[in-house]
T-cell receptor, first 114, second 114 residues
Framework: GENVEQHPSTLSVQEGDSAVIKCTYSDSASNYFPWYKQELGKRPQLIID?????GEKKDQRIAVTLNKTAKHFSLHITETQPEDSAVYFCAASKGNSGYSTLTFGKGTMLLVSP | GAGVSQSPSNKVTEKGKDVELRCDPI?????LYWYRQSLGQGLEFLIYFQGNSAPDKSGLPSDRFSAERTGGSVSTLTIQRTQQEDSAVYLC????????????FGQGTRLTVV
């Protein structure tokens, strides 16, 4: 089955800096790559996703890039704010290409210091 | 218009007892997932239901774990003869169709085995 690796496991930045979280996946048939944010004590919530037909997607301070050849994708957060502090999970699935669940990475704890 | 609902929110049980965890997905969502999250850990896949297809049970850690989804809606995760290592937050999520659309998570059931 699919295997998703996520790095780093923790990331500390100063407010205003950029943060980058990287993930790799193993199944070349995967075509859907969402990112979830989980604040302390709360449920994971989708923040952005990308499909394999595009290489980059932006939403205000958040962007995701995808390199299908290398089988990796990254989350970029610019101008970080303390409220960005949370655990971020990447995931992969092959949706319409097959019967496939959503496989998550182990998460990155992002700490943004004021 | 309610989101994914899980019950109970918290469950404390004695070692060796059986427990049932319930998930009510968003109406009309055909895909349903169960994940386990131990303290400070990632999202461990347990089982995936998609419509009327046979579920993907590949993530169930032992034969003490089982799940069913009746009528394509409500799902129940059953853990028999609970062990202390079963203590975790059990998260349910649902999505509109196959695993390439946003998955909405419930608030989770925190299971403590004493």
């Amino acid at each position: 089955g699919e295997n998703v690796e996520q790095h780093p496991s923790t990331l500390s930045v100063q407010e205003g800096d950029s943060a980058v979280i990287k993930c790799t996946y193993s199944d070349s048939a995967s075509n859907y790559f969402p990112w979830y944010k989980q604040e302390l004590g709360k449920r994971p919530q989708l923040i952005i996703d990308i499909r394999s037909n595009v290489g980059e997607k932006k939403d205000q301070r958040i962007a995701v890039t995808l390199n299908k050849t290398a089988k990796h994708f990254s989350l970029h957060i610019t101008e970080t704010q303390p409220e960005d502090s949370a655990v971020y999970f990447c995931a992969a699935s092959k949706g319409n290409s097959g019967y496939s669940t959503l496989t998550f990475g182990k998460g990155t704890m992002l700490l943004v210091s004021p | 218009g309610a989101g994914v609902s899980q019950s109970p929110s918290n469950k404390v049980t004695e070692k060796g007892k059986d427990v049932e965890l319930r998930c009510d997905p968003i109406s009309g969502h055909t895909a349903l997932y169960w994940y386990r999250q131990s303290l400070g850990q990632g999202l461990e896949f347990l089982i995936y239901f998609q419509g009327n297809s046979a579920p993907d049970k590949s993530g169930l850690p032992s034969d003490r774990f089982s799940a069913e989804r009746t009528g394509g809606s409500v799902s129940t995760l059953t853990i028999q003869r609970t062990q202390q290592e079963d203590s975790a937050v059990y998260l349910c999520a649902s999505s509109l169709d196959r695993a390439n659309t946003e998955a909405f998570f419930g608030q989770g059931t925190r299971l403590t085995v004493v």
